[in-house]
């Protein structure tokens, strides 16, 4: 689905360069939960961008079911980002002034979806993260964990093959964070290939393959053959208490 030939980024600043990736090579197969570890400042935020089309890799070849991405003009990127990827990120970024039917609905305004069908989908999306009960609230108006799902639910909106997920779990309690990875375990079993970065070890237990960064390069690439699959999210806390977190 995804393949990353000599893959490089550098960054220019002045006179000075920073080389963000180092010649990477990657493959990554439909229906993967592949996780993306490594400390600060190792190139892994920079991939997840190149992967994502928010960025542009200096050299290197990158493409998405057989298609080369890297040469395509920035409208064409724009709309992969709308119609195949969804985005979750670690500070939600849903809009206050919004509802939370509304803030699920944007992507699919954006995509030229009509009312109807564009209802029926945020309905659904809520629901299956468990908020529909809370579609006329606004986003102060919820806990962190529920931001969290409502994210997840404005990423699905668009029914994308693949979730790329920034720190998704990093500002959660333990018990929000376990509601947010058995949503993507969900997701995943539904045939969605996910890539998430984490600095969270927890979550390594709970994903099928760890890559590791450091320094621009991958040090290891991993199957987790002893994951723990987490039960179906039927018991996601719609009425949990608002500032729990």
């Known amino acids: 689905m995804i393949e990353l030939r000599n893959v490089t980024k550098t ?12 010649g990477i090579d990657l493959k990554i197969s439909e229906g993967e939960f592949t996780g993306i570890l490594g400390p600060s400042g190792s190139g892994k935020s920079t991939l997840m961008n190149i992967l994502g089309c928010l960025d542009r890799a200096t050299t290197g070849t990158y493409e998405m079911d057989g298609r080369d991405i890297s040469k395509l003009r920035d409208q064409e990127l724009a709309h992969i980002r709308n119609k195949k990827i ?30 109807g069908e564009r209802k029926l989908r945020a309905a659904e999306a809520l629901t299956k993260v468990g ?22 639910a404005r990423a699905i909106c668009n029914n994308p093959r693949i979730i790329m997920a920034d720190e998704p779990t990093g500002n959660l309690d333990s018990k929000s964070a376990l509601d947010i990875m058995r949503i ?62």
């Open 11 to 22: 960054y220019e600043t002045g006179k000075i360069s920073f080389q963000a990736l180092k």
């Open 86 to 115: 969804g985005f979750v990120f670690q500070s939600f970024n849903l809009l206050p002034r919004l509802t939370i039917f509304e803030n699920v609905e944007l992507p699919m305004i954006y995509a030229g979806v009509p009312l």
């Open 184 to 245: 993507f375990q969900s997701l995943n079993d539904e045939g969605r290939t996910i890539i998430m970065i984490t600095h969270e070890k927890e979550n390594i237990q709970y994903l099928k393959r760890v890559i590791t960064f450091r320094d621009g390069s991958i040090i290891e690439d991993r199957e987790v053959y002893d994951r723990k699959v987490l039960n179906v999210p039927e018991d996601l806390p719609e009425h949990r208490a608002i500032h729990e977190d």
């Open 131 to 152: 908020l529909l009960d809370w579609a006329k609230h606004r986003p102060n108006e919820i806990s962190g964990g529920q931001k969290q799902r409502v994210a997840i």
